[in-house]
Antibody
Framework: VQLVESGGGVVQPGGSLRLSCVVSGFTLSDHHMDWVRQAPGKGLEWVGRSRNKPNRYTTEYAASVKGRFTVSRDDSKNLLFLQMNNLRTEDAAVYFC?????????WGQGTLLTVSS | DIQMTQSPSSLSASVGDRVTITCRASQGLSKNLAWFQQKPGKAPESLIYDTSILQGGVPSRFSGSGSGTDFTLTISSLQPEDFGTYYCQQYDRYPYTFGQGTRLDIQ
């Protein structure tokens, strides 16, 4: 099992960015997938979930990102996405792609988002 | 939201010590409580799920217990590689929430 995130970078407040996570070693459609973030020097914060195909890919979000962030996937390409709009300085963090099996059993290495003018 | 409170926030222990970290939930949980270890600059790694089940490959010196609002992670005999920050997490109800972390240093 491997998860590899990409797409992080520097964005101005109010801007948008899409993170990607390519997975391997398992069938993406079988699994719930999550995004978790960690601000510099801080703890872990769950961001959102895309449920698996049997659960119709329905989503859940933390209140802090609801209406601004969208989790989606392309199972045919083994890709998970996090579309982030209207970014705020407090969204700056390392974003981890996580497989949501037995809680969170496998994590990517993370990709860093910086929000600064 | 369910608040998760860990204690202590940090501790220092010696190789061979028995170490216990506590996690308290603001509301009663079913079994859906997990523990993670994170080393500096690395992604967290899953240790335990469903309160007491070890993830594959996790050494048997790690164990989890608890019910309701009080949960515990125990390291029976501390090893040098066990340094890092430990987090509990509830996945009983959305939004999923983590404890603030317990930093473990090896003396």
């Amino acid at each position: 099992v491997q998860l590899v995130e990409s797409g992080g970078g520097v964005v101005q407040p109010g801007g948008s960015l899409r993170l990607s996570c390519v997975v391997s070693g398992f069938t993406l459609s079988d699994h719930h997938m999550d995004w978790v973030r960690q601000a510099p020097g801080k703890g872990l914060e769950w961001v959102g979930r895309s449920r698996n195909k049997p659960n119709r890919y329905t989503t859940e979000y933390a209140a802090s990102v609801k209406g601004r962030f969208t989790v989606s996937r392309d199972d045919s390409k083994n890709l998970l996405f996090l579309q982030m709009n209207n970014l705020r300085t407090e969204d700056a963090a390392v974003y981890f792609c996580v497989r949501g099996f037995h809680s969170f059993d496998h994590w990517g290495q993370g990709t860093l988002l910086t929000v600064s003018s | 939201d369910i608040q998760m409170t860990q204690s202590p926030s940090s501790l220092s222990a010696s190789v061979g010590d028995r170490v216990t970290i506590t996690c308290r939930a603001s509301q009663g949980l079913s079994k859906n409580l997990a523990w993670f270890q994170q080393k500096p600059g690395k992604a967290p790694e899953s240790l335990i799920y469903d309160t007491s089940i070890l993830q594959g490959g996790v050494p048997s010196r790690f164990s989890g217990s608890g019910s309701g609002t009080d949960f515990t992670l125990t390291i029976s005999s501390l090893q040098p590689e066990d340094f890092g920050t430990y987090y509990c997490q509830q996945y009983d109800r959305y939004p999923y929430t983590f404890g603030q972390g317990t930093r473990l240093d090896i003396q």
